[in-house]
């Protein structure tokens, strides 16, 4: 077995994409058993674990990752992952994997796939609700698939706006109020917020959302009143009811499950699609093991390895 350390570096954004985009065609073709994750609660955050069986990669395994909210205080990132690989023939423990970078990018790559499919016109403006390290992840993540123009910024730290702004480079970038980051062609949320930021009247027709910060139940950051606006794409039907940007506003009987359009899969294999051009549309992201299992593919291809004998 094998401990692959520094499995960030050198990784082609581009091929993270594609190989996450294949993984949500292998979904939408139900060709993957992947069970919705399983949360357990601790004082101060949680950690999930997340198990998946990708056949057209011959690659099994499961990610156990925490999501610690109060953690950059501390010094530590507020999400760090461990990726384990199984061989498919034996259940040999094949591989441990630092997959704490690994899951920033493989979640940008899923907002970059939703962009690809959904975005209203060829050059955007970027709308970023949050700017942790998940925003630079998506942006970085949607610039390889579709031109950026300009990005607004929100935080609700004005002083984390203003410090993301700089680190930009090649588009404009600048810190807004909230209604103008909003007034995009493509917005994405990615706070940790359990109360709704985004209200519909500051949503014009046609604008694409990656929701990308609801991962667990309890957490929102879109007004209810938006998802009945607008036709909304799941990455996993199971975990977006049970923990999506949809979970409260089902719990709440302010949405209803059978109002979902669709998974990400059906719209990539071509099943589903935007209907017209001033639809608005949300991509509810709660995060995949299948696109833990790509990622880790190409991972380990890079990532310097330490033998760990086993048994």
């Known amino acids: 077995m094998k401990y692959y350390i520094g499995t960030d570096k050198g990784l082609d954004l581009k091929q993270v994409n594609r190989a996450v ?28 674990t997340m198990p998946a069986y990708l056949p057209s990669l011959g690659i099994a395994g499961v990610k156990i990752v925490n999501v610690h909210p109060n953690n950059p ?3 530590l990132p507020t999400v760090m992952a461990l990726t384990i690989l199984l061989d498919i023939a034996t259940g040999k423990p094949e591989a441990i994997i630092n997959a704490t970078q690994l899951t920033d990018m493989r979640t940008g790559a899923a907002g970059a796939v939703a962009s690809k499919y959904f975005a209203p016109k060829k050059e955007v403006v970027l709308g970023l609700i949050g700017t942790g ?17 300009e990005i607004c910024v929100w935080s609700r730290n004005p002083v984390h706006a203003d410090r993301f702004s700089p680190g930009i480079t090649g588009i404009e970038c600048h810190s807004t109020t ?8 493509i917005l994405v949320t990615t706070t940790p917020s359990r109360q ?10 046609g604008t694409h959302i990656n929701a990308i910060g609801a991962d667990a139940p309890g957490k929102e950051e879109l007004d209810p009143a938006l998802l009945n606006r607008a036709s909304v794409f799941v990455d996993d039907m199971a975990q977006a009811v049970h923990s999506g940007e949809i979970n409260v506003p089902i719990q709440k009987g302010l949405y209803k499950k059978e109002n979902i359009s669709g998974t ?8 589903k699609r935007r209907a ?18 790509a990622i880790a593919k190409i991972a380990m291809m890079h990532g310097t390895a330490i033998v760990l004998p086993f048994p």
């Open 21 to 48: 985009e294949e993984a949500f065609a292998d979904h939408g073709k139900n060709l993957v058993q992947m069970p919705p994750k399983l949360y357990v609660t601790l004082p101060q955050g949680d950690f999930r």
């Open 264 to 271: 990400l899969g059906e719209v990539v294999i071509g099943k």
């Open 133 to 149: 390290r998940q925003a630079q992840a998506q942006v970085a993540a949607i610039a390889q698939e579709i031109t950026i123009k």
């Open 178 to 185: 909230i209604e103008r980051a909003c007034d995009c062609d």
């Open 196 to 205: 709704p930021l985004v209200m519909s009247e500051w949503v014009h027709e």
């Open 276 to 293: 017209r051009p001033d639809e608005i549309t949300i991509f509810d992201s709660t995060g995949l093991a299948i696109q833990d299992l």
């Open 73 to 75: 205080a501390r010094g």
